[in-house]
């Protein structure tokens, strides 16, 4: 039997602010143990929430990004639930009326574009850890993540492959940390993703039952966890085992998911409304002063990239994969024509992407500037240097040697470009060379590469291939 794959995802983004949702207190990552919890993080008898406008507005810079509603009058329920690290003995979240419905995310699956749909994003608090590593048969409790700012997004069932939830959870990842609401930092915690799986005979409508894995902090084990889970449940399936809907752990190490707990239903949780908190009402005033500060997003820079220097759909994905990265691309490109646009594209996903990846940097990090970049393209451009010259010229450019054009006069690397001086170059190559003349002129292509590779050689790389090329042609020819 062939069967389809059916994911949705539950994305957890801490929201950037430097205080708690409800509280005053830090949000700042790696603080010492419940130094960072105060009364209200910890339900001290009395206490009472406060919420925090910057989270709000976050909630709502997100579903402006995405094309969502913005509800004008949300509601903060209690999720009910024991765990040792949530002191109140409930989560303050949103059920019934979050703040954001519905909105979509485009990834590129394969070649093509393919939206998928947003059910929900709501505000709610993030709960305590338990420590069990260094407690010898006991475990700790840090309360500093108790009431740090969450918005959970969550999608429709659209996604068909772990390759597709990667995608998604990779856009995902760029418009929170383009729209400043998260800094994405998944080691820390800042986004991490649940994904709900479940498989179907193919050609059915109907959905399986499906099991949740928790807590995914890396794109590398969203994609291993999936795949797994997808072949678990086909393996029971087909074994004539029924699947129960369940809540389960990945673990990395073996590469395979466990279960934690049976999977609990809404009902479970006794949701009702906060009455520590009034509704939240946001007003139209409130919502266009949002979306007059958000930047360019993403999907209106991968079209301007692609309508002015006619790039791919995927170049355009690459360059707009951070704020910072197309930044750098538009301003390397200012002003350039589409060859030369598409020559800077080129230089950035490769050469320059090779070697922040090397020497572990990001773009705000780079050795060699946009501005510092475009010159060395347009000396390509112009035929000063050869790419393959250029690779030298940027490489000193990247030890710190100076710009392009000290490095080309310092090292005399102009590119030869006079004609009547090739083609003396071009005789002599001839004249020295009977044989390999003659297996051309016999129809054998590959001497007539070694020609060149002469003529190269004997003007030290510096003669325009180009060139070479053309008058070596034209004279085996005559």
Known sequence: MKWEIVIGLETHAQLSTVSKIFSGAATAFGAAPNTQACGVDIALPGVLPVLNTGAVERAIRFGLAVGAKINPRSVFARKNYFYPDLPKGYQISQYELPIVAGGTITIMAGETEKTIRLTRAHLEEDAGKSLHEDFHGRTGIDLNRAGTPLLEIVSEPDMRSAEEAVAYARALHTLVRWIDICDGNMQEGSFRCDANVSVRPAGTTELGTRREIKNLNSFRFLQQAIEY?????????????????????????????????????AHDYRYFPDPDLLPLEVTAERLEAVRAALPPLPQIRRAQFSAEYG?????????????????????????????????????????????????????????????????????????????????????????????????????????????????????????????????????????????????????????????????LRRKLAG
Do not use: H
Not at 415 to 430: L, M, N, P, R
């Open 229 to 265: 889970e997808v072949r678990w449940q086909i393996a029971e399936i087909e074994d004539g085992r029924t699947i129960r809907q369940a809540t389960v752990l990945f673990d990395p190490d073996t590469g395979e998911t466990r279960m934690m707990r049976t999977k609990e239903d």
């Open 311 to 471: 790039l791919t759909a995927y170049d355009a994905g690459l360059l707009t994969g951070s704020r910072e990265l197309a930044d750098y691309f538009a301003a390397a490109a200012a002003g350039a024509d589409g060859k030369t646009g598409k020559l800077c594209a080129n230089w950035i996903t490769g050469a320059l992407s090779a070697r922040l990846n090397e020497d572990g940097l990001d773009i705000a990090q780079s050795r060699v500037g946009a501005l510092a970049l475009r010159r060395l393209v347009d000396r390509i451009a112009d035929g000063t240097i050869s790419g393959k010259t250029a690779k030298d010229v940027f490489d000193a450019m990247w030890a710190g040697e100076g710009d392009a054009d000290t490095i080309i006069a310092a090292k005399g690397l102009k590119q030869i470009s006079d004609s009547g001086e090739i083609e003396k170059i071009v005789d002599q190559v001839i004249a020295a060379n009977a044989q390999q003349v003659a297996d051309f002129r016999a129809g054998k292509e590959k001497a007539f590469n070694s020609l060149v590779g002469q003529a190269m050689k004997a003007t030290r790389g510096k003669a325009n291939p180009q060139q070479v090329n053309e008058i």
